[in-house]
């Protein structure tokens, strides 16, 4: 892929930049920002270069008809200074407004920082990835409506939500927290506060019946993504006021890694108790699943402090969870555990030959 740096080093050469030829290196100049102009929204563009140079906008209309508008006349930075306040606005004269970059970004990732308002029945709030609106051919974002919050993959082919209410912070409707979207060519994960809280996988002709959370939930769409995505945020009043606290500078998207590498720490299944530490009294315990889909190597570390076995179980289109592979585990020894073969999800089940017993280590790195 051409970078944006492959085509800047392009134009000074063929400028005869660093040749001491005063304009030819303005020109290189000019070329090279003109070029850099969308390559990442970030708060000292908005200084440079403005709002409307990065994003369009439009409005709906009570009647539903829809119409160009200027981002800057609903999007503000009220304040440049702390606490940074700003704001996305539609008038109870407007059914809705949508915010959208100009660019679209590869396999991006957006944070933003908002205050999430309390929203009457009908209004709603989106904030994510879409090309345009609609649909078309990908999104991933953000659903806050009066009762429930969501978030959302799929296309024209469909979308498919997943309920994150309970997986918010209980404060989010008066607080400021960062939210986070991150599309890779496998998935989109979904961060609060930096902490993943859903994966929506991205598994065409195929789809697991979904897991809520805690400690995240897991969800699939059968439609194709686009990894190339435009940023947005949409504020419906669908006739009544709505303001979402989301100034500029709390609003960030660039390209990102098609696929990278992580770093999961495995929890009891259903819960927000970490595997590493917890104390197995009797029986087994079974870890909250891992979305390992388009990963090539996947290891498990792990150590406890018996002896036992080790099941590592991968979830069929069936939906029935079958074994992958059994594992012998010395006590107190580490067991690192690589696996190549490919599946969607990963989970393991541990059964100690003695109790108590008390799991130190348990982890899954992705690469």
């Known amino acids: 892929m051409v970078t944006l740096t492959d085509l800047k080093e392009a134009l000074r050469e063929i400028l005869g930049f660093g040749t001491g030829e005063i304009g030819r290196e303005g020109v290189a100049a000019a070329l090279g920002d003109a070029l850099d102009l969308h390559s990442s929204f970030t708060w000292v563009k908005y200084l440079a270069e403005g709002l409307d140079a990065h994003f369009n906008a439009r409005t709906v209309a009570l009647d539903g008809t829809d119409s160009l508008a200027t981002p800057s006349d609903y999007w503000i930075q009220e304040l440049h200074r702390t606490p940074w306040t700003g704001y996305i606005t539609n008038p109870s004269t407007l059914h809705g407004i949508g915010i959208y970059s100009k660019r679209a970004f590869r396999y991006p990732v957006l944070s933003f920082r908002a205050i999430i308002p309390t929203i009457l029945f009908g209004s709603s709030i989106y904030v994510g990835f879409e090309n345009g609106s609609m649909g078309g051919n990908g999104l991933a974002f953000f659903m806050f409506h009066s009762g429930a919050s969501y978030v959302v993959i799929g296309s024209f082919g469909g979308s498919t939500n997943l309920n994150i209410t309970g997986l918010l912070p209980a404060d989010f409707r008066t607080a400021l927290h960062t939210y986070t979207v991150e599309l890779n060519k496998t998935m989109a994960v979904f961060y609060v506060d930096n902490v993943a809280i859903a994966y929506g996988l991205i598994t065409p002709n195929s789809a697991f019946t979904a897991i809520l959370g805690p400690p995240y939930g897991l969800f699939s769409t059968e439609n ?144």
């Open 224 to 367: 194709p993504v686009s990894p190339v995505q435009s940023a947005f945020a949409e504020v419906v009043g669908a006739g009544n006021a709505l303001r979402l606290a989301l100034p500029p500078i709390y609003f960030r998207v660039s390209d990102g890694d098609p696929l990278p590498p992580k770093v999961i720490r495995l929890y009891d299944a259903g819960t927000n108790t970490l595997f590493a530490g917890l104390t197995i009294a009797a029986g087994s315990e079974t870890s909250h699943p891992v979305p390992v889909f388009g990963y090539d190597t996947k290891t498990f570390h792990f150590r406890a402090s018996q002896a036992g076995t080790l099941l590592i179980e991968v979830l069929m289109e069936t939906n029935n969870w079958r074994t992958y592979d059994t594992l012998p585990v010395a006590a107190d020894t580490p067991l690192y555990y690589s696996m190549y073969g490919q599946a969607v999800l990963t989970r393991i089940t541990f059964t100690p030959s003695a109790y108590p017993c008390t799991i130190s280590e348990a982890e899954a790195v992705m690469s």
